[in-house]
T-cell receptor, first 110, second 115 residues
């Protein structure tokens, strides 16, 4: 079993929909939970990160961590075609070597 | 502008012909890393470097070499490329502060095809 599992999708939604992207992990020692966004033909870029269980909001994006279930989510409200990208979760054990999920491809169609 | 640069961006080569992909960062980051990204497999770490002259294997190091003689540069060397090394390669760097999670800054990628 991979340490971080993520459904590759693709996930196709209409513009304006609420999107839920998810990862599960197996190592309870993981501390930092990050989401990267990767546009086609580009390198990944950090979108947001959170440290503890609970929610963290940044504009239309909300990161949620449930440590008891080892489950993390990224919610996108009012999704836009410009949100079409691959979203990768990344988790660390307090070091600077993150473990990445495989990424979920999101397509938001007008 | 803070950035990670990679060269070349695209490369088509033949089996066995040695090649080097360069990576350079201008953020004075201690930590640098190479990944390959393949469909269905995601990002897999090849090698990483904690600092100058310190390198270590990642998850898929076979067939690759690296060196870290200067802080800003971290070239990836394929001594004898094979078709199974056809992939999209990313270089990344970050600080190694222990106080915060470390944002990885990725380069634009190098698409390598080995025939």
């Amino acid at each position: 079993q991979k340490e971080v599992e993520q459904d590759p999708g693709p996930l196709s939604v209409p513009e304006g929909a609420i999107v839920s992207l998810n990862c599960t992990y197996s190592n309870s020692a993981f501390q930092y939970f990050m989401w990267y966004r990767q546009y086609s033909r580009k390198g990944p870029e950090l979108l947001m990160y959170t440290y503890s269980s609970g929610n963290k909001e940044d504009g239309r994006f909300t990161a949620q961590v449930d440590k008891s279930s080892k489950y993390i989510s990224l919610f996108i409200r009012d999704s836009q075609p410009s949100d079409s990208a691959t979203y990768l979760c990344a988790i660390t054990v307090g070091s600077y070597i993150p473990t990445f999920g495989r990424g979920t491809s999101l397509i938001v169609h007008p | 502008e803070a950035q990670v640069t990679q060269n070349p961006r695209y490369l088509i080569t033949v089996t066995g012909k040695k090649l080097t992909v360069t990576c350079s960062q201008n953020m004075n980051h201690e930590y640098m890393s190479w990944y390959r990204q393949d469909p269905g497999l995601g990002l897999r770490q090849i090698y990483y470097s904690m600092n100058v002259e310190v390198t270590d294997k990642g998850d898929v190091p076979e067939g690759y070499k690296v060196s870290r003689k200067e802080k800003r540069n971290f070239p990836l060397i394929l001594e004898s490329p094979s078709p199974n090394q056809t992939s999209l390669y990313f270089c990344a760097s970050s600080t190694n502060s222990l106080a915060e999670p470390y944002e990885q800054y990725f380069g634009p990628g190098t698409r390598l095809t080995v025939t």
